[in-house]
Nanobody, 115 residues
Framework: QVQLVESGGGLVQPGGSLRLSCAAS????????MGWYSQAPGKPRELVAS???????QVVKSVKGRFTISRDNAKNTVNLQMNSLKPEDTAVYYC?????????WGQGTQVTVSS
């Protein structure tokens, strides 16, 4: 069982930055593929970025060049650095951990981009 706790969300003006963090329990964190998903009101949850156990990353086209995902296996954390935020980035952001066919989710953290 893995518990994921997100932090770092909040209200930011367009063009601003936020850094989301996800802290994971468990001793095999380094073996998990970690991901950040966003869910805007009335829309399905969608992948934003992911990072594999080897450190390989992928980000969706809409945030490429603005968002960066990273992990610190010594601290059992995965981060999402979000720069040049836009109103359309407003959503609840969820952390996900996957190993094999097993997936765990955090409770989510709200990000609101508004002036």
């Amino acid at each position: 069982q893995v518990q994921l706790v997100e932090s770092g969300g909040g209200l930011v003006q367009p063009g601003g930055s936020l850094r989301l963090s996800c802290a994971a329990s468990g001793s095999i964190f380094s073996k998990y593929t970690m991901g950040w998903y966003s869910q805007a009101p009335g829309k399905p949850r969608e992948l934003v970025a992911s990072i594999g156990s080897t450190g390989s990353t992928q980000v969706v086209k809409s945030v490429k060049g603005r968002f960066t995902i990273s992990r610190d296996n010594a601290k059992n954390t995965v981060n999402l650095q979000m720069n040049s935020l836009k109103p359309e980035d407003t959503a609840v952001y969820y952390c996900q951990a996957t190993i094999g066919i097993t997936t765990y989710w955090g409770q989510g953290t709200q990000v609101t981009v508004s002036s």
